[in-house]
């Protein structure tokens, strides 16, 4: 392990350090109004929603280490009290990174990025029209990070009046991440892009309490072949449930093993074990693995307890 101390490593490579270990970070595209009236776009990957109850994100602008220079977005922000943020597709990449260049103040970067403005209703500034998200924002508060020890980081709070979401992003009148094809900033230079098969679903337990790890069988706890997670979803019961005798039971007239593990089918592999009489520790570990791959924590635990009979409650 490498470890920095913030205080002793120059900023230049504090920021990539930094950023790429929080990330993926979404990227914020606002569009603000400077007092002239010149709309100006940019996109931030320091923000975030803090509270949805009122909505609040933030963003964070900061001032140029390099020159000095204050971002016009932080300018304008505080100047007129408004902005719009506008979610960032893979479709407009090429645009969002055109929109980051330094084009002088009161420069429209909709027009260089070929974007289209699309009337907010609470708010003198447009959205991104091509974005299917965007919110309207109010400007509640700047704070100035450590510029007394030279730093130049801001936190901008904004309250969100309104938000526009596309139907085309829209399944069963949920918002879909599948749907959105969301890109995120990553440390450095990288970037991820969020397509369909790298979205799932894990609902939070709320209140209720697995059993956790500290219960878990010794067996089950030390397994080679078991992992982190399969023990996380054999941890999240809320107890050990009961043995059921019949699950020995061949149900099948599967005869291999691997055949069957390949093929995702673990209760026909589990029949081929106990068909085959391979009913060893670690066969019935895998098997219970596979079943662990499909979600079905229950069967993972019948077929411990085959592995570790006096394990069963
Ligand atoms: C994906 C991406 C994320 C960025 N995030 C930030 C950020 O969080 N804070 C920041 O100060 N600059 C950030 N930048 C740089 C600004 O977009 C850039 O300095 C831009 O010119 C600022 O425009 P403005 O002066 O018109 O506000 C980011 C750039 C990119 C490409």
């Known amino acids: 392990m490498i470890t920095y101390d913030p205080a002793t490593v120059p900023h230049s490579q504090m920021h990539g350090i930094l950023l790429s270990g929080v990330a993926p970070r979404p990227i914020a595209f606002v569009a603000s109004r400077s007092p002239q009236g010149?709309?100006?776009?940019?996109?931030?990957s320091f923000f975030n929603?803090?509270?949805s109850k009122p909505p609040v994100v933030a963003i964070g602008p900061a001032v140029s280490?390099?020159?000095?220079?204050?971002?016009?977005?932080?300018r304008n922000i505080l100047d007129t009290g408004e902005c719009t943020i506008s979610a960032v597709t893979h479709g407009m990449l090429h645009q969002m990174n055109l929109a980051a260049a330094e084009y002088p103040h009161g420069t429209d970067e909709f027009v260089k990025a070929g974007l289209t403005k699309a009337n907010a209703e609470t708010v003198g500034v447009p959205y991104v029209a091509e974005s299917p998200f965007a919110?309207?924002?109010r400007f509640i508060q700047n704070i100035e990070l450590f510029r007394d020890e030279g730093g130049n980081g801001n936190i901008m709070l904004l309250r969100v009046h309104r938000i526009h979401v596309k139907e085309s992003i829209l399944t069963d009148g949920k918002i879909d991440p599948r749907k959105m094809d969301l890109v995120a900033r990553m440390g450095y230079h990288w970037y991820a892009r969020v397509t369909p098969d790298v979205c799932f679903e894990l609902p939070q337990p709320g209140e209720k309490l697995g059993i956790g790890f500290d219960?878990?069988?010794?067996s089950i706890r030390t397994s080679p072949i078991l992992t982190s997670n399969d023990r996380g979803m054999l941890a999240s019961v809320l107890s050990m449930p009961p043995r059921e005798e019949t699950f020995a039971t061949v149900q099948s007239n599967a005869d291999s093993i691997e055949h069957e593990l390949i093929a995702r089918n673990p209760r026909s592999a589990l029949d081929a074990a106990l068909r085959m009489g391979k009913t060893d520790i670690w066969t019935l570990h895998r098997i219970a693995r596979a079943?662990?791959?499909?979600?079905?924590?229950?069967?993972a635990w019948q077929t411990l307890y085959l592995a570790h009979p006096d394990v069963a409650p």
């Open 215 to 218: 219960a878990l069988p010794e």
């Open 135 to 137: 919110m309207e924002c």
């Open 38 to 44: 010149d709309v100006n776009l940019a996109p931030f």
């Open 291 to 299: 079943f662990l791959q499909l979600g079905d924590v229950g069967s």
């Open 65 to 74: 280490v390099r020159s000095g220079k204050v971002k016009d977005t932080w």
């Open 49 to 51: 929603a803090f509270a």
